[in-house]
């Protein structure tokens, strides 16, 4: 089926730099759009940064200036750059898929299985 596999989370300093990236795998016929989700504990999973396949970008207003989105559709990839972390981004990253599979006419959201990324000193 459709898989979605997120790496390069990992510990870092405040004012460090991460890249993370996603790769979708699977039947796939198209990719709309695609973004990153985080989850801290106890709080609501919200919106990152998103893609659309032809549109302009966004940002969670917390992001701005410090993390950039961008994808790689030759191969299926989506990306995020993350510049001067905060303690605050602390989170679960998820990365999220809107697309079909073949032989199928119905758009899904598709997850990944989360990388954490923690920012301390």
């Known amino acids: 089926q459709v898989q979605l596999v997120e790496s390069g989370g990992g510990l870092v300093q405040p004012g460090g730099s991460l890249r993370l990236s996603c790769t979708v795998s699977?039947?796939?016929?198209?990719?709309?759009?695609m973004a990153w989700y985080r989850q801290a504990p106890g709080k609501e999973r919200e919106l990152v940064a998103a893609i659309p396949s032809g549109g302009r970008t966004n940002y969670a207003e917390s992001v701005k200036g410090r993390f950039t989105i961008s994808r790689d559709n030759a191969k299926n990839t989506v990306y995020l750059q993350m510049n001067s972390l905060k303690p605050e981004d602390t989170a679960v990253y998820y990365c999220?898929?809107?697309?079909?599979?073949?032989?199928?006419?119905?758009?899904?959201?598709?997850w990944g299985q989360g990388t954490q990324v923690t920012v301390s000193s």
């Open positions: 999220n898929a809107y697309l079909r599979i073949y032989y199928s006419g119905v758009w899904n959201d598709y």
């Open positions: 699977g039947t796939i016929f198209s990719i709309n759009a």
